[in-house]
């Protein structure tokens, strides 16, 4: 009987050892522990241009000294790229202007934006605030009018959570 209980408890121990493990295994380290099992959303409402209400998956990546956040993909509904400061790992909290372009000669604080829609339009005013960002996730949410190459414009209002 002595016998029974100790190979019980020894099937037991390495049970719980390997349940342990393959929890461990479930997080990326490299991604904050986002293994794609959880997804960033966006849900924004469109007036003008292609007015209407769009939402899905919101992600971020890096490009060099670039933050790029994506609103959809295939191509993405929208597009935002922030340049990073040479002091930046990422985009910091706060309010920021909506633009067309970012790189050489943009203010220190603006993003870029680009609706992909029936039209591409781009940032003319308003704002995007960062309200949070870190750890894989960036928070805010945007109010901006955007134009196109032929003059047309549209307003942008929602948030988003975009992961890495």
């Keep these: 009987?002595?016998?029974?209980?100790?190979?019980?408890?020894v099937f037991l121990g390495i049970t719980l050892l390997t349940a342990f493990v393959a929890c461990d295994k479930d997080k990326d380290d490299e991604n904050n522990g986002n293994e794609g099992n959880?997804?960033?959303?966006?849900?924004l409402s469109v007036t003008g241009g292609d007015a209407g209400s769009i939402s899905g998956e919101a992600t971020y990546e890096f490009d060099n000294d670039?933050?790029?956040?994506?609103?959809?993909?295939?191509?993405p509904d929208i597009?935002?790229?922030?340049?990073?400061?040479?002091?930046?790992?990422?985009?910091p909290v706060g309010i920021?202007?909506?633009v067309s372009a970012t790189g050489t000669g943009m203010?220190?604080?603006s993003i870029a934006v680009q609706y992909n829609g029936d039209e591409t339009y781009f940032g003319e005013s308003g704002t995007v605030e960062?309200?949070?960002?870190?750890n894989g996730e960036i928070s805010?949410?945007?109010?901006?009018?955007?134009?196109?190459?032929g003059g047309n414009t549209m307003t942008v209002e929602g948030d988003f959570t975009a992961l890495q």
Excluded: H
């Excluded at 670039?66 to 191509?75: E, Q, S, W």
């Excluded at 597009?79 to 985009?91: A, G, H």
């Design 79 to 91: 597009v935002m790229n922030y340049s990073l400061k040479t002091d930046e790992d990422i985009i």
């Design 38 to 43: 959880a997804q960033g959303s966006y849900s």
């Design 140 to 149: 805010g949410s945007v109010n901006a009018v955007l134009e196109s190459i």
């Design 107 to 109: 203010p220190d604080n």
């Design 1 to 9: 009987m002595k016998k029974l209980k100790r190979v019980f408890g």
């Design 96 to 98: 920021y202007d909506p």
């Design 130 to 134: 960062i309200t949070s960002s870190g």
């Design 66 to 75: 670039l933050v790029r956040i994506k609103f959809g993909d295939n191509p």
